[in-house]
């Protein structure tokens, strides 16, 4: 054991070091970019789920008996009449294509998301005014529009087998900001008593159903179907599934490409530990002649490559964590040297991160693993080295 870590130390030592950092900076970049993907998923989620029906119910002659039952589904937070239909809002010579979504007022748990989102007024104020309505503030800002201002609403009405537009005067009572595309999009609007009659004339009116957590609404959807094959459920994945998707593949994507980082700090492993192995192979050749066995050789390499991936692996996860905690640092960093802020342009002001632990764990478990792997490779060759020819 002391022969084979006798001079030259120091080329032992570089090996082991370049070897280490090229670990730890490679686990550091993917601990890093896999919090912040997190962090955008979980607000995207957040943000955009927390605003539209995770579950919409078609038609408006279910019994209040249907709705009670759903209710009492422990997954499902509450159940509430709802009305969505598509228009487009024309103002000032401009025209945007909107979604009108009907919501009651009074129904503080249905609300609690889009009311924490308001920036101007309250979702309270439809009841207040005839004809309110409450829109995103980016959306207001591009029609020029303020609080008690009046607005054109062009929404379509299905007659027959065509839709014809039916026109509304509108009055904004407020303006919300979730960080999100329905700030571009979508219009609230008071489905009241007095307004449920009209909204019904457009053939819209339905049941909207929010969940515990909207990832299950497939799940939920299928077995409220199978229970009662009548209703016509509509989830929210037919409309953002695609999104959510590609972020999915997105963040798979940029896990598998990271992962490569980590895979070429293996091959430094590999080429590191095999230079290490050819400069002593007569100090292998030696303990071969004492008496030690290919198996005690091969322990020994491998033993140093396990220190290696241990705390390679280790420090990466601890400095990657160190800087997602401090991620906006880092990037008010970058904007200062670069002149350009990397959130510019975007919904977000900071940069969101969210730790999973299965993911540090899967982090840890691959890089661990590709780093052994490496290890085993040379002190497999190590182990095989015929005495004879080496001793020199």
């Known amino acids: 054991m002391r022969l084979i870590s006798h001079a030259p130390n120091k080329f032992a030592r570089f090996v082991t ?30 943000r955009l789920l927390g605003s539209i029906p995770h579950i919409t119910l078609g038609g408006n002659d279910y019994s209040a008996q249907v709705l009670q039952d759903i209710g009492q589904d422990e997954r499902v937070v509450y159940v509430s009449r709802f009305y969505r239909g598509i228009g487009a809002i024309a103002q000032q010579g401009r025209v ?36 309110g309505v409450v829109m995103g503030q980016p959306l207001a800002g591009y029609f020029g529009l303020d609080v008690g201002d009046s607005l054109l609403v062009a929404v379509t009405k299905p007659q027959g087998d065509s839709a014809v537009l039916v026109t509304m005067r509108l009055n904004l009572v407020g303006t919300f900001e979730l960080g999100a595309d329905p700030d571009y999009s979508m219009l609230l609007v008071n489905l009241a008593e007095k307004n449920a009659q009209e909204w019904r004339s457009l053939g819209k009116l339905g049941v909207r ?28 994945t037919e409309d953002f599934g695609e999104l959510f998707q590609a972020v999915q593949l ?32 007569s100090d292998i050749a030696i303990l071969r002649t004492i008496g030690a066995t290919q198996r005690f050789i091969l322990s020994l390499f491998l033993l140093q490559g396990s220190v290696i991936s241990f705390f390679g692996t280790l420090a990466g996860l601890g400095l990657g ?16 040297f ?55």
């Open 17 to 46: 070091w370049v070897s280490l950092v090229g670990l730890t900076l490679g686990v550091t970049v993917l601990t890093l970019v896999v919090t912040v993907m997190n962090g955008f998923d979980y607000e995207l989620r957040d």
């Open 96 to 131: 945007r294509p909107i979604s009108l979504i009907g919501v009651d007022p009074t129904d503080a748990s249905a609300l609690g998301s889009l009311e924490r989102a308001m920036v101007l007024g309250s979702i309270a104020d439809l009841s207040a005014v005839d004809s």
């Open 209 to 236: 159903i929010q969940l515990t957590d909207p990832m299950l609404a497939t799940d939920v959807a299928a077995e409220l179907i199978a229970q009662n094959s009548e209703l016509q459920l509509v989830t929210w």
């Open 250 to 281: 997105e963040k798979t994507m940029m896990f598998v490409l990271l992962l490569l980082v980590v895979a070429i700090a293996g091959f430094n492993i590999v080429a590191g530990q095999f230079m290490m192995v050819s400069d002593k192979r």
């Open 321 to 336: 964590l160190l800087l997602a905690a401090n991620i906006d640092l880092v990037v008010d960093a970058l904007a200062f």
């Open 338 to 392: 670069s002149g350009k802020h990397l959130l510019d342009g975007s919904y977000f002001v900071t940069v969101p991160t969210r730790i999973l632990y299965r993911d540090l764990v899967l982090i840890a478990v691959i890089s661990g693993a590709l780093a052994l792997w490496s290890a085993w490779l040379p002190a497999r060759s190590a182990s095989q080295l015929d005495p004879a020819q080496n001793l020199h």
